[in-house]
């Protein structure tokens, strides 16, 4: 856990990678801004000091207060159905004009487009009059009129009255007053006409090239069939001679010829005048379709493989997390006016800007720059050039998603880098642990080595230095093991002399004094005897335990047995013996559980208070055998609970005369108990009054 909390600290590489990105982020939009801002004064460099442009023969003069037909800038193709679908949506009211007659209302709109221009004329009017047949008069029935005045300043009258709904030429009446009798097909210029509820739809198409600098367009309606008289006019101008004529403006060729130069495919550039009126327009937001993907056979397997595996998980997750650019916006009007007038304003007043602002649905985000186009020392329009941040969004999400897959797998390859290194270090300490618990008993004797490692690193010098610690141990304990017996064998010897040099007096007349110091010398003699008879049990103990040879028998038996035999020693004490009824067998030595037993009833008899029992009790659990021996007496010291089966330790006061105790009776016991599988344990009884020793041996159990 704690290697893995560390390799948290590698979290910090994406979280770097994260901010270097929105740190590129800015810079890319700082440079796109720096760049829509240059291209918007490229476009208004190109049309500096042209005041022709924005003057052009037959449009209204700069600055003149004279109303006019103005026509826009299409962006899209039109095609002549009668429906307005591929006409872009009108800015304000004032793009699509209400004109109203007695029983007639026309709602014009134009367009110019590839040196067309484009009329959408919707009409109202409840009774929808056609011309009898192809020789009527025009003016019999409902009609669109169109009255121009050409370059060349000839006045022309255009009548689209068609005989039924559906594809239509216009018909030209020539010369002013002239009568309607004899029209004539005019094949260039083209309409459409769509009848619906309120009344008709017409759109005609007609060349630029037929327009001069007046315009005029009205809708008649004829509202008897019978009669066939024209009751109601409506439209901007009249169409009866050049004198009625509005002045029309017509954006500029050559403003188109300089935005499709310096245009961009995502990049939308206006142009206008100082009335906010849409000189020429050029380019689109959105960007063309998606490149086709790459030839997967020029990749390697792997590469091919990590992006099918990155396309089934990663892309789905990082779809749900990253915004994606998507061509799927609302552009918005095609009057810049509408959306950024505030700008168009600042512009036209002589200052370059740049906005930032979200599209209508909020699905993308545009970038305007606006620049002032001067002429003759003064503002004459402004050039705004908009286009999205969807390229910038296109290469942060592909960086992000690059980064986030690469912080993936260096997370991942790290974290299990370090996991294994780890595993591999902590086995290492986990096996030194093993190994140094297992060279050593629970009692702290030295019971094997430790393999001392090859290693170089710090682990290799402790393995190495444990190694060499254990083996001074083994030898020290070996030593001290032996020592005993060692003594024993030592003091025999002058024991002898002693016991021989006391016999040769006792064989010679010795005044009395002499015969009392003697008698103590005997005493100490014996008592020394005791000393090393006790010394050497354990040692010869050892010996028995490996030479003896195990057997099957019932130790309900033995133990009851050893008991009467208690009960015929130790007259004073009353000894209860508590048994199961049926066979316990072990596997073992029945001397050595007979010798066992006798010290823990020894020990008893020693701290047994006077005129209690010391309860023998054996019983199974669990496929253990519990031989225990209580008495009642004095507790065990809490420290001493867990070190009474050591060797060398007892917890009996030291009086004087009394035989010594070196505390080698419950040593021998737990000996007894580890050679036939079990353990040894004291604890004091409930309530304090006393003490248990509890002898856990495994039993054979009855197939």
């Not at 801002?37 to 490229?42: D, K, N, W």
């Not at 909020?362 to 186009?373: C, G, M, T, W």
């Not at 208690?566 to 067998?585: D, I, K, Q, W």
């Not at 008899?605 to 669990?622: K, N």
């Amino acid at each position: 856990m704690q290697v893995l909390l560390l390799a948290l600290i590698l979290l910090a590489v994406p979280w770097v990678g994260y901010r270097y990105v929105l740190e590129m982020e800015r810079f890319l939009r700082e440079g796109q801004e720096g760049a829509l801002s240059a291209t918007a004064r490229a476009v208004a460099t190109a049309l500096h000091d042209r005041p022709a442009l924005f003057a052009a023969s037959g449009s209204v003069p700069l600055g003149a207060t004279e109303s006019g037909l103005y026509v826009r800038a299409l962006s899209g193709p039109i095609v002549l159905d009668g429906f307005d679908a591929d006409w872009p949506a009108p800015s304000d009211a004032a793009d699509t004009p209400t004109y109203a007659g007695a029983t007639v209302s026309l709602v014009p709109r134009l367009g110019k487009r590839d040196r067309f221009l484009y009329v959408l004329a919707k009409v109202s009017d409840e009774h929808v009059i056609h011309r009898a047949n192809a020789k009527a008069r025009p003016d019999s029935a409902d009609r669109i009129e169109l009255a121009v005045v050409d370059p060349h300043g000839n006045f022309h009258r255009y009548v689209i009255a068609p005989v039924a709904a559906g594809a239509s030429q216009g018909l030209r009446v020539t010369g002013e007053g002239a009568s309607w009798d004899d029209p004539v097909n005019e094949p260039r210029v083209e309409a459409f006409w769509r009848e619906t509820r309120q009344g008709y739809v017409v759109e005609l198409r007609m060349p630029l090239t037929m327009i001069g600098p007046r315009l005029g367009l009205l809708a008649a309606s004829v509202d008897d069939s019978e009669r066939r008289e024209t009751t109601s006019m409506a439209g901007p101008t009249g169409t009866e001679h050049a004198g009625v004529l509005a002045s029309v403006l017509i954006p500029e060729s050559e403003i188109d010829l300089a935005l499709q130069e310096l245009g961009r495919t995502t990049t939308r550039i206006w142009v206008v005048d100082r009335e906010h009126r849409v000189l020429a327009q050029s380019g689109t937001l959105r960007a063309a379709a998606d490149a086709p993907p790459a030839n997967h056979l020029e990749t390697s397997v792997w590469s091919r493989a990590w992006t099918a595996l990155e396309q089934a998980t990663l892309r789905r997750i990082y779809g749900q997390v990253f915004r994606r650019p998507s061509n799927d916006f609302d552009e918005g009007t095609q009057d810049p006016s509408a959306l950024i007038g505030a700008q168009v304003d600042e512009a036209l007043s002589g200052s370059s800007t740049t906005r930032w602002r979200a599209t209508a649905d909020q699905r993308a985000v545009v970038l305007s720059a606006a620049h002032p186009i001067r002429a003759a020392n003064a503002v004459a329009g402004a050039v705004v050039v908009e286009e999205t941040t969807n390229a910038i969004l296109s290469v942060r999400t592909r960086a992000l998603e690059t980064l986030f897959s690469t912080a993936l797998v260096v997370l991942t390859l790290g974290t299990l880098t370090l996991f294994v290194f780890a595993t591999r270090l902590s086995t290492r300490i986990r096996r030194l642990r093993d190994d140094a618990e297992e060279a050593v008993d629970a009692q702290g004797r030295v019971r094997g080595g430790i393999a001392a490692s090859r290693a170089r690193d710090e682990i290799g010098d402790l393995s190495r230095s444990l190694s060499t610690m254990v083996k001074r141990l083994a030898e020290y304990n070996d030593y001290l093991e032996s020592m005993s017996g060692r003594l024993a064998h030592e003091i025999r010897t002058p024991i002898a002399v002693v016991r021989s040099s006391l016999d040769n007096l006792t064989l010679q007349t010795v005044p009395d004094d002499a015969k009392r110091y003697m008698d103590r010398a005997r005493e100490g003699l014996a008592r020394l005897s005791r000393v090393v008879a006790s010394m050497t049990e354990a040692t010869r103990l050892e010996q028995t335990l490996q030479q003896a040879e195990a057997e099957k028998f019932d130790l309900t038996a033995v133990v009851s047995g050893c008991v009467s035999g208690y009960r015929l020693a130790y007259g004073h004490n009353t000894f209860e013996l508590m048994v199961p009824s049926e066979p316990v067998l072990i596997s073992g030595a029945p001397e050595l559980i007979a010798q066992m037993l006798d010290k823990l009833a020894a020990n008893a008899v020693d701290f047994a208070r006077a005129e209690t029992s010391i309860v023998v009790q054996l019983e199974l659990a669990r496929a253990r055998a519990l031989l225990s021996v209580s008495n009642e007496g004095p507790a065990l010291p809490e420290n001493m609970q867990g070190r009474l089966f050591d060797s060398m330790v007892s917890i009996r006061p030291a009086t004087a005369g009394a035989d010594p105790h070196l505390g080698m009776g419950l040593y021998i016991v737990r000996m007894i108990a580890q050679f036939h599988g079990g353990s040894a344990r004291a604890e004091n009884r409930a309530g304090g009054t006393g003490v248990v020793m509890t002898i856990e041996l495994p039993v054979i159990l009855a197939h």
